[in-house]
């Protein structure tokens, strides 16, 4: 059974830095293909940045304008959201994921195995 913890949300203002991690158990990350998602209040959950298996490939939101960055430490079995830049636009709760199998997707139904989230708050 894989289980996802996710960690690190906050509140930061306006320009500031954060940093999410999402702890994998139960299989190895090398084998899996992961994303952060978010979703604020009254909105659907969305995309923000997957991970392809080994880390050989990522992928971005639009929206993202190269401010976060997706990585992965396979030694701790954990994989990263750093997040700069962040705007009040970014306020919501974010979501680790993960899937077995080939491919990528940005769509949430894609994805197999969730974390609990973890919420971030930028203030203006």
């Known amino acids: 059974q894989v289980q996802l913890v996710a960690s690190g949300g906050g509140s930061v203002e306006a320009g500031g830095s954060l940093s999410l991690a999402c702890a994998a158990s139960?299989?190895?990350?090398?084998?899996?293909?992961m994303g952060w998602f978010r979703q604020a209040p009254g909105e659907e959950r969305e995309g923000v940045t997957c991970?392809?298996?080994?880390?050989?490939?990522?992928y971005y939101a639009a929206f993202v304008k190269g401010r976060f960055t997706i990585a992965q430490d396979t030694a701790k079995n954990t994989f990263y959201l750093e997040m700069s830049s962040l705007e009040p636009e970014d306020t919501a709760m974010y979501y680790c994921?993960?899937?077995?199998?080939?491919?990528?997707?940005?769509?949430?139904?894609?994805?197999?195995?969730w974390g609990q989230g973890t919420q971030v708050t930028v203030s203006s």
């Open positions: 994921a993960a899937r077995t199998g080939s491919g990528w997707s940005l769509i949430a139904s894609w994805y197999d195995y």
């Open positions: 139960g299989y190895t990350l090398s084998n899996m293909r």
């Open positions: 991970i392809t298996a080994g880390g050989d490939s990522t």
